[in-house]
């Protein structure tokens, strides 16, 4: 069982900037990545970006690149979501997740294994 708890969403102003944090703990795998969700209200679970653990090989999409950056602390077992230039329609609940005993990165929510609770960010126009 792997255990992934989500901190740093709030209440943001366009052009602004927040750090979401998810930490891991329980069950550990060799080979694994780490990915942020999102989801807007009425709209499916989205791909924002993601990082594989072993070697910290990123992907991010299209609609993000150049303003999110993904980081991993390995000590602390910490995936982070930096989001810079916020948008209005960056406004959702950030989900991570965590598609374990795999090192290639998946787009797809379906893939992936475990999931946070979820944190909300809201961006202000």
């Known amino acids: 069982q792997v255990r992934l708890v989500e901190s740093g969403g709030g209440l943001v102003q366009a052009g602004g900037s927040l750090r979401l944090s998810c930490a891991a703990s329980?069950?550990?795998?060799?080979?694994?990545?780490m990915g942020w969700f999102r989801q807007a209200p009425g709209k499916e679970r989205e791909f924002v970006a993601a990082?594989?653990?072993?070697?910290?090989?990123?992907r991010s999409a299209d609609s993000v690149k150049g303003r999110f950056a993904i980081s991993k602390d390995n000590a602390k077992n910490t995936v982070y979501l930096q989001m810079n230039s916020l948008k209005p329609e960056d406004t959702a609940v950030y989900y991570c997740?965590?598609?374990?005993?795999?090192?290639?990165?998946?787009?797809?929510?379906?893939?992936?294994?475990?999931w946070g609770q979820g944190t909300q960010v809201t961006v202000s126009s």
């Open positions: 990082i594989t653990w072993s070697d910290g090989r990123t």
């Open positions: 329980g069950r550990t795998f060799n080979s694994y990545v």
């Open positions: 997740a965590a598609d374990l005993g795999v090192a290639i990165i998946a787009k797809m929510a379906v893939e992936y294994d475990y």
